[in-house]
Protein backbone atom coordinates (compact mmCIF):
# COMPACT_ATOMS: atom_id res chain seq x y z
CA UNK A 1 0.00 0.00 0.00
CA UNK A 2 1.35 3.33 -0.87
CA UNK A 3 1.94 5.80 1.84
CA UNK A 4 1.32 9.31 1.67
CA UNK A 5 3.17 11.11 -1.42
CA UNK A 6 4.11 14.77 -1.49
CA UNK A 7 5.39 16.81 -4.67
CA UNK A 8 7.76 18.48 -5.25
CA UNK A 9 10.46 16.79 -2.83
CA UNK A 10 12.42 20.35 -3.03
CA UNK A 11 11.85 23.56 -4.31
CA UNK A 12 13.84 27.01 -4.65
CA UNK A 13 11.81 30.34 -4.81
CA UNK A 14 12.45 33.74 -4.64
CA UNK A 15 10.65 36.64 -2.73
CA UNK A 16 7.16 37.39 -3.79
CA UNK A 17 6.59 34.59 -6.48
CA UNK A 18 3.78 32.04 -4.98
CA UNK A 19 4.44 28.43 -5.02
CA UNK A 20 1.86 24.87 -4.96
CA UNK A 21 2.66 21.81 -3.20
CA UNK A 22 0.78 18.81 -4.05
CA UNK A 23 0.06 15.91 -1.56
CA UNK A 24 -1.96 12.04 -2.21
CA UNK A 25 -3.27 10.44 0.86
CA UNK A 26 -2.94 7.01 1.39
CA UNK A 27 -5.30 5.21 -0.66
CA UNK A 28 -9.13 5.24 0.97
CA UNK A 29 -8.12 7.97 3.31
CA UNK A 30 -10.58 10.68 3.18
CA UNK A 31 -8.92 13.62 5.36
CA UNK A 32 -5.44 15.49 4.38
CA UNK A 33 -4.25 18.03 7.08
CA UNK A 34 -1.23 20.20 6.37
CA UNK A 35 1.91 20.98 8.91
CA UNK A 36 4.77 23.71 8.54
CA UNK A 37 8.00 22.65 10.16
CA UNK A 38 10.80 25.34 11.11
CA UNK A 39 13.37 25.26 13.58
CA UNK A 40 12.17 28.27 15.53
CA UNK A 41 8.69 26.93 15.61
CA UNK A 42 8.59 22.89 15.00
CA UNK A 43 5.44 21.59 13.74
CA UNK A 44 2.50 23.84 13.35
CA UNK A 45 -0.98 23.34 11.59
CA UNK A 46 -1.91 24.64 9.01
CA UNK A 47 -4.94 23.09 7.83
CA UNK A 48 -7.21 19.98 7.42
CA UNK A 49 -9.25 18.73 4.40
CA UNK A 50 -12.63 16.46 4.28
CA UNK A 51 -14.51 15.31 1.60
CA UNK A 52 -13.09 18.85 -0.36
CA UNK A 53 -14.10 21.29 2.55
CA UNK A 54 -11.86 22.82 4.95
CA UNK A 55 -12.49 21.39 8.23
CA UNK A 56 -9.88 23.19 11.07
CA UNK A 57 -7.57 25.88 10.18
CA UNK A 58 -4.45 27.11 11.76
CA UNK A 59 -2.96 30.52 12.85
CA UNK A 60 -1.35 31.19 9.43
CA UNK A 61 -1.96 34.65 7.33
CA UNK A 62 -4.46 34.17 4.13
CA UNK A 63 -1.63 34.00 2.03
CA UNK A 64 -1.55 30.01 3.09
CA UNK A 65 -4.80 28.13 1.31
CA UNK A 66 -4.97 24.90 0.65
CA UNK A 67 -8.01 22.60 -1.37
CA UNK A 68 -8.90 19.34 -2.03
CA UNK A 69 -10.31 17.42 -5.38
CA UNK A 70 -12.73 14.33 -4.94
CA UNK A 71 -10.16 11.90 -5.53
CA UNK A 72 -8.72 13.05 -1.89
CA UNK A 73 -5.79 14.64 -3.15
CA UNK A 74 -5.14 18.22 -2.06
CA UNK A 75 -3.08 20.91 -2.97
CA UNK A 76 -1.79 24.10 -0.74
CA UNK A 77 -0.81 27.23 -2.05
CA UNK A 78 1.03 30.16 -0.70
CA UNK A 79 0.97 33.26 -2.06
CA UNK A 80 3.66 36.12 -2.01
CA UNK A 81 6.50 34.30 -0.56
CA UNK A 82 8.06 35.74 2.07
CA UNK A 83 11.70 34.60 3.38
CA UNK A 84 10.12 33.31 6.76
CA UNK A 85 8.29 30.68 4.37
CA UNK A 86 11.17 28.73 4.28
CA UNK A 87 10.19 25.51 6.38
CA UNK A 88 9.40 22.14 5.78
CA UNK A 89 5.30 21.51 4.42
CA UNK A 90 4.28 18.41 5.49
CA UNK A 91 0.79 16.59 4.00
CA UNK A 92 -0.81 14.01 6.55
CA UNK A 93 -3.64 11.57 5.95
CA UNK A 94 -5.99 9.60 7.91
CA UNK A 95 -9.07 7.74 6.98
CA UNK A 96 -11.84 10.13 8.67
CA UNK A 97 -11.52 13.59 10.57
CA UNK A 98 -12.09 14.89 13.54
CA UNK A 99 -11.70 11.32 15.30
CA UNK A 100 -9.00 10.97 18.36
CA UNK A 101 -8.13 7.62 17.61
CA UNK A 102 -7.54 7.32 14.21
CA UNK A 103 -3.91 6.39 12.46
CA UNK A 104 -2.20 9.60 10.74
CA UNK A 105 0.16 9.40 8.44
CA UNK A 106 2.41 11.91 7.24
CA UNK A 107 4.25 12.45 3.54
CA UNK A 108 8.32 12.98 3.77
CA UNK A 109 7.38 16.68 2.97
CA UNK A 110 8.38 19.34 0.46
CA UNK A 111 11.19 21.73 1.48
CA UNK A 112 10.77 25.05 0.44
CA UNK A 113 13.60 27.75 0.31
CA UNK A 114 12.52 31.30 -0.74
CA UNK A 115 15.42 33.48 -1.45
CA UNK B 1 -5.20 21.92 24.66
CA UNK B 2 -3.61 19.01 26.38
CA UNK B 3 0.28 19.66 26.94
CA UNK B 4 2.78 17.26 26.66
CA UNK B 5 6.37 17.37 28.88
CA UNK B 6 9.11 15.34 27.52
CA UNK B 7 12.89 15.62 28.04
CA UNK B 8 14.62 17.61 26.01
CA UNK B 9 17.21 14.18 25.38
CA UNK B 10 17.54 10.82 26.27
CA UNK B 11 21.32 8.36 25.83
CA UNK B 12 20.14 4.66 25.21
CA UNK B 13 22.91 2.01 24.58
CA UNK B 14 21.96 -0.21 21.39
CA UNK B 15 20.69 -3.19 22.03
CA UNK B 16 19.17 -1.80 25.31
CA UNK B 17 15.24 -0.71 26.10
CA UNK B 18 15.10 2.95 25.25
CA UNK B 19 12.11 4.00 28.08
CA UNK B 20 11.00 7.32 26.49
CA UNK B 21 8.16 9.30 29.45
CA UNK B 22 6.06 11.57 28.73
CA UNK B 23 3.70 13.75 30.99
CA UNK B 24 0.02 14.79 29.85
CA UNK B 25 -1.58 16.02 32.99
CA UNK B 26 -4.26 17.57 31.46
CA UNK B 27 -5.48 15.21 29.23
CA UNK B 28 -9.19 14.68 28.82
CA UNK B 29 -10.43 11.45 29.06
CA UNK B 30 -11.21 11.02 25.46
CA UNK B 31 -8.09 12.36 24.19
CA UNK B 32 -5.55 9.44 22.85
CA UNK B 33 -1.95 9.76 23.28
CA UNK B 34 0.18 9.33 19.71
CA UNK B 35 3.88 8.79 19.51
CA UNK B 36 5.78 9.68 16.49
CA UNK B 37 9.52 10.00 15.96
CA UNK B 38 11.25 11.96 13.20
CA UNK B 39 14.73 11.05 11.75
CA UNK B 40 16.99 13.89 9.83
CA UNK B 41 13.65 16.35 9.35
CA UNK B 42 12.15 13.35 7.46
CA UNK B 43 8.97 13.14 7.66
CA UNK B 44 7.08 11.88 11.19
CA UNK B 45 6.44 8.22 11.34
CA UNK B 46 3.81 6.49 13.22
CA UNK B 47 4.89 4.68 16.02
CA UNK B 48 2.14 4.06 18.19
CA UNK B 49 -1.26 5.39 19.87
CA UNK B 50 -3.65 4.71 22.79
CA UNK B 51 -6.42 5.88 25.09
CA UNK B 52 -6.09 4.16 28.42
CA UNK B 53 -4.83 0.70 28.16
CA UNK B 54 -1.63 -0.92 27.32
CA UNK B 55 -0.17 -1.08 23.69
CA UNK B 56 2.08 -3.22 21.68
CA UNK B 57 2.82 -3.33 17.61
CA UNK B 58 6.20 -4.13 16.01
CA UNK B 59 7.61 -0.93 16.67
CA UNK B 60 7.13 -0.10 20.27
CA UNK B 61 4.78 -0.87 23.73
CA UNK B 62 3.09 1.76 25.21
CA UNK B 63 2.14 2.35 28.74
CA UNK B 64 0.16 4.45 30.37
CA UNK B 65 -0.72 5.19 33.71
CA UNK B 66 -4.15 4.54 35.26
CA UNK B 67 -4.69 8.18 35.51
CA UNK B 68 -3.55 8.67 32.33
CA UNK B 69 -1.91 12.28 33.09
CA UNK B 70 1.43 10.02 31.98
CA UNK B 71 2.86 7.51 29.68
CA UNK B 72 5.88 5.78 28.44
CA UNK B 73 7.02 4.58 24.88
CA UNK B 74 9.34 1.62 25.14
CA UNK B 75 11.52 0.54 22.60
CA UNK B 76 12.88 -3.00 23.60
CA UNK B 77 15.95 -3.39 21.50
CA UNK B 78 17.11 0.02 20.35
CA UNK B 79 19.68 0.19 16.99
CA UNK B 80 21.14 2.76 15.96
CA UNK B 81 18.50 3.25 13.86
CA UNK B 82 16.48 4.36 16.36
CA UNK B 83 18.03 7.54 16.94
CA UNK B 84 15.35 10.23 16.38
CA UNK B 85 13.61 12.64 17.60
CA UNK B 86 10.46 11.53 19.32
CA UNK B 87 7.19 13.24 19.45
CA UNK B 88 4.53 12.62 22.24
CA UNK B 89 1.05 14.27 21.61
CA UNK B 90 -2.10 14.55 22.73
CA UNK B 91 -5.24 14.58 20.16
CA UNK B 92 -6.97 17.54 21.02
CA UNK B 93 -10.54 17.55 20.94
CA UNK B 94 -11.03 21.42 21.20
CA UNK B 95 -8.93 21.97 18.48
CA UNK B 96 -9.39 18.54 16.43
CA UNK B 97 -5.70 18.39 15.33
CA UNK B 98 -2.30 16.84 16.52
CA UNK B 99 -0.49 19.50 18.41
CA UNK B 100 3.43 18.67 18.40
CA UNK B 101 5.70 19.60 21.04
CA UNK B 102 9.59 20.15 20.96
CA UNK B 103 10.10 16.08 21.55
CA UNK B 104 12.69 13.81 22.75
CA UNK B 105 16.18 13.90 21.18
CA UNK B 106 16.79 9.85 21.59
CA UNK B 107 20.77 9.10 20.70
CA UNK B 108 21.12 5.59 20.49
CA UNK B 109 24.81 4.58 20.79
CA UNK B 110 27.07 1.60 20.42
Known amino acids: KAGVTQTPRYLIKTRGQQVTLSCSPISGHRSVSWYQQTPGQGLQFLFE???????NKGNFPGRFSGRQFSNSRSEMNVSTLELGDSALYLCASSPLAGRSGNTIYFGEGSWLTVV | DAKTTQPPSMDCAEGRAANLPCNHS???????VYWYRQIHSQGPQYIIH???NNETNEMASLIITEDRKSSTLILPHATLRDTAVYYCIVYSYNTDKLIFGTGTRLQVFP
Open chain 2, 50 to 52: GLK
Open chain 2, 26 to 32: TISGNEY
Open chain 1, 49 to 55: YFSETQR
